[in-house]
């Protein structure tokens, strides 16, 4: 193992803990490291797949014994998101279109992150209504297997606009939903398992170690603000990167 991976590795544990404290599981993080890194897409995207799966389980854990989660506003979108989460995965993009779409996610997430009053929660919360929940859920799916990510950056910021969710409930929901569509989105291209590095133990560990760190923070009342701050720019630089501004 080289340096390059070593500093690899420490930076993930850093976007892990951070990210886990909102009830992310990292794969824009863990994309945008990568892609800094001048790790090959083909190694991104199962790579970015199997992190989250390992740190969403930890965090779905974490979040669940809190109390913070809710299963009437999950399971609509995910009657939607698994099967399109599935098809993305199945569908691989040539390497002049993925990292364009890639540095496009990783703009959104950073938007989150930056601007967070562009995500305002509404006022009164209600349960979403099944069928639109559905067919977001789809397109949040099929994005999010295409580019190897588990749509929590999508859902977050969905369920708070709309009033779907209280914010550390919707952490809890988005946690598990990573989870679903991580894993149908690496089921849909099973092969994509055979590009993974051999320095993935590493990672997970890396991750793994992180998500301990950040689910403390964020199923208790730490502001971390100013940190995913920046990390938001970090996601800006990275996403810059990817489709090819420098």
Not at 51 to 76: D, K, Y
């Amino acid at each position: 193992m080289t340096v390059s991976d070593m500093l690899l590795a420490v930076c993930m544990f850093l976007v892990a803990a951070l990210y886990t404290t909102v009830g992310h599981a990292g794969a824009s993080g863990y994309l945008a490291l990568m892609g800094l890194f001048g790790v090959a897409p083909d190694v991104m995207r199962p790579t970015a797949l199997v992190l989250n799966i390992v740190v969403s389980s930890f965090t779905v854990w974490r979040f669940w014994r809190a109390g913070l989660f809710r299963w009437r506003v999950l399971w609509p979108f995910l009657i939607g998101a698994i099967p399109m989460g599935f098809v993305g995965g199945a569908m691989v993009l040539p390497t002049h279109i993925y990292r364009p779409v890639v540095g496009i996610v990783l703009f959104i997430a950073a938007a989150r992150f930056l601007w967070p009053k562009l995500f305002p929660a509404a006022p009164e919360v209600r349960d979403p209504p099944i069928l639109l929940a559905v067919v977001c859920g789809g397109a949040i799916g099929l994005l999010s297997g295409l580019t190897g990510t588990g749509g929590g950056i999508f859902l977050s910021p969905l369920l708070l606009v709309l009033g779907w969710s209280q914010v550390r409930i919707a952490s809890g929901v988005a946690a598990l939903f990573i989870w679903f569509v991580s894993l149908a989105g690496l089921l849909g291209n099973i092969s994509s398992v055979n590009a993974l590095p051999s320095e993935l133990p590493v990672y997970l560990g890396a991750v793994l170690a992180g998500a301990v760190i950040g689910t403390a923070h964020g199923t208790g009342r730490l502001s971390t603000t100013g940190v995913l701050k920046a990390l938001g720019l970090v996601l800006i630089v990275a996403g810059f990167k990817l489709v090819g501004f420098y």
